[in-house]
């Protein structure tokens, strides 16, 4: 016997009953319905004859086409150009502009326009008005060259100026402000002790 008749026969296919088992139906191709012309565009199309074709183009129209004349600019418009109808000045344009606005916020006096609090490196200004007097503003000139005066003082301008005359070292500068610091320590605590002491000596003490 050959080694095929040998070997045990081929069992059948494992089959789902579950699938496969039902034939789909064919889909029925769906037949075109008919349009119906329409009537309108029909009777449109039947009566209303084609637009007439463009006249021929002329000779003369052609040859001034290929040929423009050199007179004519190639751009109608040229900044540069000085032939124009009136004169742009942009500068007038801009301080009309400006003045117009000024005149709107109704503030032509210097007086009259927002303070603004400049710090020392700024700048300091006093302003000499009668009226609404502030921390800004005096009522005369003499005072106001007062009030300029503890101004400066108070921020020490003086100091300042002298000290920056030359270069100071970082060691030096460090060991300076160490000891003012120092120093203003010490008085404020010197005025305080002796404020304290003429309090109890008037309790008695």
Avoid at 90 to 108: F, M, P, W
Avoid at 128 to 151: D, H, I
Wanted: glycine share 4%.
């Amino acid at each position: 016997m050959n080694l095929a008749d040998r070997r045990a026969p081929k069992p059948a296919p494992r089959v789902n009953p579950l699938i496969g088992g039902i034939q789909p139906k064919p889909q029925e191709t769906a037949a075109p319905t008919p349009t119906k012309p329409d009537v309108q565009s029909t009777a449109t199309t039947m009566t209303t004859p084609p637009p007439p074709p463009p006249p021929p183009k002329s000779a003369s129209d052609v040859v001034a086409k290929s040929s423009p004349s050199t007179d004519a600019p190639a751009h109608p418009y040229s900044a540069t150009s000085k032939a124009l109808p009136f004169e742009l000045d942009v500068t007038s344009i801009l301080s009309t502009k400006a003045a117009d606005y000024g005149r709107s916020l109704q503030q032509e006096d210097p007086l009259t326009r927002p303070r603004v609090r400049a710090a020392a490196t700024t700048g300091r200004t006093i302003f000499v008005r009668a009226a609404q007097p502030g921390p800004n503003s005096a009522p005369t000139v003499r005072s106001a060259l007062a009030m300029l005066g503890r101004l400066v003082k108070h921020q020490h301008i003086k100091t300042k100026y002298h000290s920056q005359k030359a270069h100071e070292r970082p060691g030096l500068k460090r060991k300076r402000l160490a000891s003012e610091r120092w120093r203003s320590r010490f008085r404020d605590g010197f005025c305080a002790a002796y404020a304290r002491v003429h309090e109890l000596r008037k309790q008695g003490w």
